[in-house]
């Protein structure tokens, strides 16, 4: 009983000091408080300059999506918008990382060139640029030439998914 007590006290202690000190536990995200919504942020579709089918979308879809879990920006219509993101995928190539006996492809690397582009939409002002943003994901290929499409169609979710997650990494969290 003594135990359970110490216990609960700690939990409570934790919860009352641990924001005052600029701590935030796990699943508060950082789309609470002031802050929240306060850009009102429109994302036009990426233009695809690479040999890749619709990856435009995917990318742009990813982008949308961690925009919205953050919170931070509030997504809306050009004509509502603050700021404007904008960007190309510039080219997506494919590395091969390992081979079977036979020198046959076992896996690749996918990986994307995008440039990025943040501005305010009011002043015309570049407020964040970056040229060739990287983003990658490994997929396995296999003798059924359907299952190795879908693997690098996943592949392309999954880098898509990263590049966004590094984009709030670098430019959210600088606002």
Same mark, same amino acid.
């Given at each position: 009983m003594l135990n359970?007590? &110490? &216990?609960?006290? /700690?939990?409570? $202690?934790?919860?009352?000091?641990?924001? =005052?000190?600029?701590?935030? $536990? =796990? *699943?508060? *995200? !950082? *789309?609470? *408080?002031?802050? =929240?919504? &306060?850009?009102k942020?429109?994302?036009?579709?990426? @233009?695809?300059?690479?040999? #890749?089918? $619709?990856?435009? &979308?995917d990318v742009t879809a990813a982008l949308k999506d961690e925009i919205a879990i953050d919170g931070r920006w509030m997504l809306t219509d050009k004509d509502d918008a603050d700021i404007l993101v904008s960007g190309k995928v510039k080219k997506v190539e494919l590395e091969p990382l390992s081979y079977d006996p036979q020198e046959r492809i076992l896996e690749y690397r996918l990986i994307m060139h995008m440039d990025v582009k943040v501005s305010d939409i009011k002043t015309k002002k570049v407020i964040w640029k970056k040229s060739d943003f990287t983003s990658f994901a490994d997929y396995r290929v296999t003798v059924d030439v359907?299952?190795?499409?879908? @693997?690098? #169609? #996943? =592949?392309?979710?999954? !880098? /898509?998914k990263r590049f966004a997650e590094e984009f709030i990494i670098r430019v959210l969290d600088t606002f």
């Open positions: 359970d007590m &110490k &216990k609960i006290i /700690s939990i409570f $202690l934790l919860l009352v000091f641990l924001p =005052a000190c600029g701590y935030q $536990l =796990a *699943g508060r *995200g !950082a *789309g609470t *408080g002031n802050t =929240a919504g &306060k850009y942020v429109f994302v036009r579709m990426f @233009r695809n300059d690479s040999w #890749e089918p $619709l990856v435009e &979308k359907t299952k190795s499409k879908i @693997r690098r #169609e #996943e =592949a392309i979710k999954y !880098a /898509s």
